[in-house]
Nanobody, 124 residues
Framework: QVQLVESGGGLVQAGGSLRLSCAGS????????VGWLRQAPGKDREIVAA????????YYSDSVKGRFTISRDGAKNMVYLQMNSLQPEDTAVYYC?????????????????WGQGTQVTVSS
């Protein structure tokens, strides 16, 4: 069983930065694809970024490309999302998810492991 715990959310002004962390515990986490997803009020959940098991391959949605960076530290079982140039439209609950069936994925569903989420609010 894998558990994911997100941290690092908060309130920031437009143009500011935050770094989200996802701590993974449990056997196998180091071999899983991990993604960051977000859900804003009244909107569908959307993928923001994903990273493969080794940290070499990454994916970004068009809305965050060039502003967000996903990375992972295998030794610490951590996955990070560095968010720069934040805008009010980035306001959402951010979740990390891990797919135990593959080392690379850009889609995550209810069958995967999920954290509890962390709120990011960007004021204008």
């Amino acid at each position: 069983q894998v558990q994911l715990v997100e941290s690092g959310g908060g309130l920031v002004q437009a143009g500011g930065s935050l770094r989200l962390s996802c701590a993974g515990s449990g056997r196998g986490f180091g071999g899983y694809a991990v993604g960051w997803l977000r859900q804003a009020p009244g909107k569908d959940r959307e993928i923001v970024a994903a990273i493969n098991f080794s940290g070499i391959r990454t994916y970004y949605s068009d809305s965050v490309k060039g502003r967000f960076t996903i990375s992972r530290d295998g030794a610490k079982n951590m996955v990070y999302l560095q968010m720069n140039s934040l805008q009010p439209e980035d306001t959402a609950v951010y979740y990390c998810a891990a797919d135990p069936t593959t080392g690379w994925a850009t889609k995550f569903d209810d069958d995967d492991y999920w954290g509890q989420g962390t709120q990011v609010t960007v004021s204008s």
